[in-house]
């Protein structure tokens, strides 16, 4: 095990957690609509405010895993040797977006009535708070790990998304709800990596 693969460990199994937290709640929510198929209860009733944060944690994730790759060659330094405090802000974005998951996420196991709606608001300012903590994390990402400049356009992207996510962490007001989670998913649209394939070519 070389040196990458050992401190990607803690990062891969919180992806891995929150991806398997995202299918089992797909895989619920099908068994339990089919369940209650000729019922005229509805069990689990969605949101698509909730259902496009769901999905924007799901490639926020992927975005994090994939871009992780290229630290497999980081140096800091002459030495290419990693400090803890670096460490500890790779692994932030992901300990942030698994917790966003197990907020979002309400407990599937028993056949009781779930609005998503209801969910969603009561839970909103916690989940929006881990979602700017991820950003909070790439803004630093930017200047400390890839070395962008404080107005190069990534980190001002980032500094931009921010300052639109925190007044979500105060607010339940549902427009600004569905306004923000459309910037959010453009966002990470806008996110999507320039080049779909990874090489072992660093140089």
Known sequence: MDLFEHLSLIPFLL???????I??????????????????????KLYWVHTLFIAGCYFALMLYWWNSY?????SSGENRSWTFGEYMLYMT???FLYLALEIAI????????????????SNSSEMWATIAGVTASAVIFSLLLYGNDVLSVA??????????????CFTRNEKVHKVTIVIFMLAMAY??????SLTNDFT
């Open 106 to 121: 309400p407990d599937l196991k028993g056949d009781e009535p779930i609005d998503l709606k209801e969910h969603y608001y």
């Open 15 to 21: 992806v891995a957690l929150g991806l398997i937290k």
């Open 191 to 196: 996110s999507v990596p320039d080049s779909w």
């Open 23 to 44: 299918i089992s709640a797909i895989a619920h929510y099908i068994e339990t609509s089919n369940k209650f198929r000729e019922s005229e209860v509805t069990p689990i």
């Open 70 to 74: 290229q630290f497999n060659d980081y």
């Open 155 to 168: 980190t001002l992207g980032r500094l931009v998304l921010l300052l639109i996510l925190i007044p979500m």
């Open 93 to 95: 974005p992901g300990i």
